[in-house]
């Protein structure tokens, strides 16, 4: 073992190897490196983001969904009560309706037998006027017993 | 490769345990063996050097291509690394400094791939580099830890920079106040001194011996297994792969030691 002066010579080159580290190998590698940390951590950030932002918007359209039922619920009931309603008024109108047609069918019956009753009066009185004519003829003046056969029109 | 050719076991383990030196003339002994201060060996600083060039450079290409985005295979590696690192750096360091973790990337990579180069079986690349200059008694020591100079030569700088680092942190007064003070008080001054430097000196010393030891005392089995013959076959793979472990492992406690003499500096005790 004998020390000479190669350990003057190792130690430059060590002092070379240490500079080229120190100056082109570390700085470069360590900012890389750093960078790269960096952008991962800023990843996993945004994927945090993103997890939570989703679970906003599930919760936002389970509530939105259930406002539209809801709603829409809501909606059936009104027009099943709407649609009661017009029943029940067009049942109410059907009814007036027909009564005033009853009504009036039944007072034009009344008329039409009330205007029969006339005709067949008048045309009973001039039968019984002409029946009696004709047998009183032979036996009486109708001029005559024309008072009585006015009162008895009277009394049909 | 055994004993052959008249090489002897001892000469061949030797052989692989001798560096490849130069010096000056003045500094060589009748068998042009370099003695003294002022040698070089070229084979630790060569391969270090071209290893660390490589590594380096590929993962700074690597990194100014780096992108925030999806990384690509090289840059999701290289990430994977000096994350690992940082991770132990931010665990033990609690300190700021854009010093540390660079330095700590820096030793775990660089001693990382110096030490495997100890899986390469150990007469492939003494071979070539034999062939390539043409001289058959060429040493080449190729694992670069497994030469002192080179651990004490990156203890020493780290023992350097975590005094510098103390003080910058603490400032000059901070700094002598809590080495003549801690941990008996001022009374015992010069007691507290001493076993601040004891324990100052001790750091280095340990960190580069353990580093050396294991890598030498492996590349040793190695050489070992490799005088065997055939035999070698069935024992260099389970040494190889027990070995991975081995060249992690320094690597790491290297790297981790370091971070925690950088924060002991830059923390008051």
Redesign the interface.
């Known amino acids: 073992m004998n020390i000479n002066a190669t350990l003057i010579g190792q130690a430059i080159w060590f002092a070379l190897f240490i500079w080229i580290t120190m100056k082109y190998v570390w700085p470069p590698l360590q900012k890389a490196m750093a960078d790269r940390q960096a952008q991962i951590a800023e990843g996993l950030a945004a994927a945090e983001r993103g997890k939570h932002e989703q679970e906003l918007a599930a919760k936002r359209s389970a509530d939105a969904l259930r406002e539209a039922k809801e709603k829409s619920a809501e909606f059936v009931a009104q027009a099943e009560k709407r649609a009661q309603q017009i029943v029940e008024e067009a049942k109410g109108n059907a009814k007036v309706e027909a009564d005033k047609i009853v009504a009036g069918a039944k007072a034009e019956i009344e008329q039409e037998v009330e205007r029969a009753k006339q005709q067949l009066r008048e045309r009973v009185a001039e039968l019984a006027v002409a029946g009696a004519e004709k047998i009183l003829r032979k036996e009486i003046n109708a001029s005559v017993h024309a008072d009585m056969l006015g009162a008895l029109k009277q009394d049909l | 490769m055994s004993a052959e050719g008249g090489l002897t076991t001892t000469g061949y383990i030797q052989h692989h345990l001798t560096?490849l030196?130069v010096c000056s003339d003045a500094a060589k002994d009748a068998a042009g063996h370099?003695?003294?201060?002022?040698?070089?060996?070229l084979d630790?600083?060569l391969v270090?050097?071209v290893l660390?060039l490589v590594v380096?450079?590929l993962?700074?290409m690597l990194?100014?291509k780096?992108?925030?985005?999806i990384?690509s295979g090289g840059?999701n590696f290289?990430?994977m690394v000096?994350?690992l690192v940082?991770q132990q750096v931010r665990d033990t360091f609690h300190g700021k400094s854009?010093?540390v973790?660079?330095?700590a990337?820096?030793i775990f990579?660089?001693v990382f791939v110096m030490n495997a180069m100890d899986l390469i079986p150990v007469d492939f690349l003494p071979f070539i580099a034999q062939k390539v200059t043409g001289n058959e008694h060429l040493p080449f020591k190729f694992v670069?830890t497994t030469?002192?100079?080179?651990t004490?030569?990156?203890s020493?700088?780290v023992f350097l920079i975590s005094l510098f680092m103390g003080l910058k942190v603490k400032g000059l007064g901070h700094f002598m106040h809590e080495v003549f003070t801690v941990p008996f008080g001022a009374k015992l001054a010069p007691v507290n001194f001493l076993f601040r430097v004891v324990e100052e000196v001790a750091r280095p010393i340990s960190l580069s011996l353990r580093l050396f030891g294991n890598m030498y005392a492996g590349e040793m089995v190695f050489i070992l297994i490799a005088l065997l013959g055939l035999y070698q076959l069935p024992l260099a793979l389970p040494w190889e792969l027990f070995h991975i472990l081995i060249i992690t492992l320094q690597a790491f406690v290297f790297m981790m030691l370091t971070i925690v003499y950088m924060s002991m500096a830059a923390e008051s005790h």
Do not use: K
């Open positions: 560096n030196a370099c003695h003294g201060f002022w040698t070089f060996h630790t600083l270090s050097g660390g380096f450079g993962m700074a990194a100014s780096a992108t925030a985005g990384p840059q290289v990430e000096v994350g940082d854009a010093l973790t660079p330095l990337i820096t990579v660089w670069p030469d002192p100079n080179l004490f030569g990156m020493i700088s």
